[in-house]
């Protein structure tokens, strides 16, 4: 019976320890809403950056997204974490869980961004221009509304992933829910409940944003 | 649009039920196995004897007990020794173990998989952890030290309020620590890392103000810039364990052991790896 990973008193012992949990669950919703913000606003500013007529931004743009698309997120927060500090840089966890893995996701949704304007024709752009409107008006006015619809669906994709990637800050003591869930059941090899309720939270989480997802891609005029 | 909602719903809640269902069918099914199973037959050892091998976890980072030397590939240690003698006695030839690295986090369900027959890898005994496996007297007892910077002004426990501790997890060290802590009426917080050599690498990037483990552990990564507080606390007692079901294997390994350190073969191992008090 006790071999049994998923035996009774192992609930119990989990139930009884439920606010470590909440409060791993707590740091991971923190940590993913204040990555999720980073995350937009780089996003939404490089990807500008990709179709802008300046051939640096464009470049900027290029590196930013080829070097934080093509390196694992885990090696980026190994290396805030633990190399930083040797150039007298010490980063909270928090600010590392929401900077790094914002910063990261950022490079996705920038791409996101530039596919979503490239999207929208040519010919758009040029009649605003030859109605008067300057680039930055005709960006702001015509062809941002129409990437938006475009854009959301995979922006929200993008949160997901996030969220699911919060998961990286268990490796450097971040207190997040999988941290925990790790501290807890490594301490009384009480694995079977504690992943499975963890998965079942981090489902809980992510669940509702895809469900937002299906409802975007339909309530969005154009399909892919 | 409503109708696929309600499908999604209904998809959604099917899902929870089976994540739930396969939770409980697991339970359900080892139970009867348990129960049907006479309990304590000779079937765990004689499955190893079928196999022709006993699988043992070990550990392949922790110097003087289960080590992998980098220039031979080759697990050596006191643990390999022990893990060797049991092998030995059930197989008759001390070679015919098959080792298997394991991590505090990897060991239980290693063992409950059946991955591996026998577990000898640092492992302290608790009353939780006897709960669930079957856990040895002890082989070793080795106390819990600090290493700490040179550069600290570190110098005993007291010195260690309001300090970060870092601590591998799945050990039972943070516990230890944290009953010292209170006792000696300090306040510490700790930070937990998947390996040893990531405590030590906290504690190098000046993340962690001291990495908390047992001594013998500690010794493999003290260097010129660190060292080991003279204050030890909650001594560790190592044990092998089987899964609980595998009673027979267990017993004959606890009869092996109390056989050696009778014969004194134990402190001859023990005087061999340098661990004699």
Known sequence: MATNPFAEYKWQALFTDWRLFADGLTVTIEVAIVALLVALLLGILFGVAGVFPNKNLRILNRVYVEFFQNTPLVIQVIFLYHALPHLKIVLPVFAIGSLGIGIYTGAYMAEVVRSGILAIPRGQLEAGLSQGFTYFQAMRYLILPQAKKIILPSIANQGVNLIKNTSVLAMIAGGDLMYQADSWSGMNMYYGPAYIVTGLLYWLLCFPLTKYVKHLEGSSEVRP | ?277
């Open chain 2, 1 to 277: 649009m409503n109708l696929s909602r309600k499908k999604m719903l209904t998809l959604g809640l099917a899902l929870i039920t089976a994540f739930g269902l396969f939770a409980a069918g697991c339970g359900g099914d080892t139970k009867k196995d348990a129960a049907q199973k006479p309990a304590a037959t000779n079937d765990g050892i004689q499955k190893i004897k079928d196999r022709g091998v006993l699988k043992v976890g070990c550990k392949v980072d922790v110097p003087k007990f289960g080590f992998k030397d980098p220039k031979t590939n080759k697990i050596e240690g006191f643990e390999i020794d022990l893990a060797k003698a049991i092998a030995k006695k059930i197989l008759g030839d001390e070679n015919k173990i098959d080792l298997t690295g394991v991590v505090a986090k990897t060991r239980g369900p290693l063992l409950d998989s059946g991955e591996i027959d026998l577990c000898i890898a640092t492992f302290t005994i608790t009353d939780e952890r006897k709960q669930t496996y079957n856990m040895t007297t002890p082989y070793y007892e080795d106390p819990v030290g600090f290493l700490v910077k040179k550069d600290s002004g570190i110098k005993s426990i007291k010195d260690l309020n309001g300090k970060n501790i870092a601590v591998p997890q799945g050990a039972t060290t943070r516990k230890g620590v944290q009953d010292a802590a209170d006792k000696a009426g300090v306040k510490v917080t700790f930070s937990e890392f998947p390996t040893y050599s990531e405590c030590k690498t906290a504690l190098s990037a000046g993340r962690a103000d001291a990495y908390a483990m047992d001594t013998s552990n500690l010794l493999g990564y003290i260097d010129d810039s660190t060292e080991i507080l003279p204050d030890k606390i909650a001594p560790q007692f190592y044990g092998a364990a089987t899964k609980k079901d595998n009673k027979a294997l267990f017993d004959l390994v606890e009869k092996t052991f109390e056989d050696m350190k009778k014969s004194g073969e134990m402190d001859k191992l023990l005087t061999k790896w340098n661990l004699k008090k």
